[in-house]
C-alpha cells in the first residue's frame, strides 16, 4: 500500500521555466511533509518542508504547497535551472508516529534542458 | 561539521551470508535511521535508535538488525542475506529525532548474488 504517491516518473522543464512536481498521500494522520533531491551516488539532500498547520511554505526558488483536503502537495521551482536536475523525493511524517519514521514517494526525475 | 558517513561505498555478497554496514552521524547528531532504497523505489524506514535503543522499527525481519555506540555511531546487520536484499542501504542522522530534516549519508551499494 504505498501511502505517498509521486505519478510522474519523469518531467523535463525549460531552463528558467517553472518546474512543478506533485505528490499525494493517502495517510490522514500524515502531519509534516518534506521534499529530498538526490543526484546520482549521492544521498537524499533536504530541500524543503512544510506543517499541516500551513497551506504554503517558501524559500527562494522552491515554494511547496499542501491542500490537506485534497491530500496533495505540490513542489514549484521557479525558475528552473540545469542544476535542479536530480530526482525528487516527496516525504511524510506523523508526529504519533516514530519520530525518524518518513515515509517516501517514489521520486520523480526532473530534467532541465538549456 | 562532518556530515554522515557511511562504510563501505559498495558492497557484493553471496545469499545466506552475513553483512555489516557502518555509519557515522553528522556531529552532534544523537539520533540515526537507516533506510532501504530498492531499484526505481523511495527509501523505506528500517528502523531508528536513540540513546542506544531501538526506538521504532519498519516492516522489516528480524534478520535486520542494527546498533548505536556511545558516540552515536550506528551498524546495520543484515543476517540470511536474500536476493531481494540488494539496494542502496541509507543512513540518517538527526538531533532530536523529530523527522525533519533527517541528513543522510551517501549510502552503502549491496549487491546479493
Known amino acids: 500500500d504505498q501511502q505517498v504517491k509521486q505519478n510522474s516518473p519523469s518531467l523535463s522543464v525549460q531552463e528558467g521555466r517553472i518546474s512543478i512536481l506533485n505528490c499525494d498521500y493517502t495517510?490522514?494522520?500524515?502531519?509534516?511533509f518534506l521534499w529530498y533531491k538526490k543526484y546520482p551516488a549521492e544521498g537524499p539532500t533536504f530541500l524543503i518542508s512544510?506543517?499541516?498547520?500551513?497551506d504554503k511554505n517558501e524559500d527562494g526558488r522552491f515554494t511547496v504547497f499542501l491542500n490537506k483536503s485534497a491530500k496533495h502537495l505540490s513542489l514549484h521551482i521557479v525558475p528552473s535551472q540545469p542544476g535542479d536536475s536530480a530526482v525528487y523525493f516527496c516525504?511524510?511524517?506523523?508526529?504519533?508516529?516514530?519520530?525518524?519514521?518518513?515515509?517516501f514517494g517514489t521520486g520523480t526525475r526532473l530534467q532541465v534542458t538549456l | 561539521e562532518t556530515g554522515v558517513t557511511q562504510s563501505p561505498t559498495h558492497l557484493i555478497k553471496t545469499r545466506g551470508q552475513q553483512v555489516t554496514l557502518r555509519c557515522s552521524s553528522q556531529?552532534?547528531?544523537?539520533?540515526v535511521s537507516w533506510y532501504q532504497q530498492a531499484l526505481g523505489q523511495g527509501p523505506q524506514f528500517i528502523f531508528q535508535?536513540?540513546?542506544?535503543?531501538?526506538?521504532g522499527r519498519g516492516n522489516f525481519p528480524p534478520r535486520f538488525s542494527g546498533l548505536q555506540f556511545p558516540n552515536y555511531s550506528s551498524e546495520l546487520n543484515v543476517n540470511a542475506l536474500e536476493l531481494d536484499d540488494s539496494a542502496l542501504y541509507l543512513c540518517?542522522?538527526?538531533?532530536?529525532?523529530?523527522?525533519?530534516?533527517?541528513?543522510f549519508g551517501n549510502g552503502t551499494r549491496l549487491t546479493v548474488t
Open positions: 540518517a542522522s538527526s538531533l532530536t529525532g523529530d523527522g525533519s530534516p533527517l541528513h
Open positions: 495517510n490522514s494522520m500524515f502531519d509534516y
Open positions: 512544510i506543517s499541516s498547520i500551513k
Open positions: 516525504a511524510a511524517s506523523s508526529h504519533t508516529g516514530t519520530a525518524s519514521k518518513l515515509t
Open positions: 556531529s552532534g547528531h544523537n539520533t
Open positions: 535508535y536513540y540513546r542506544e535503543e531501538e526506538n
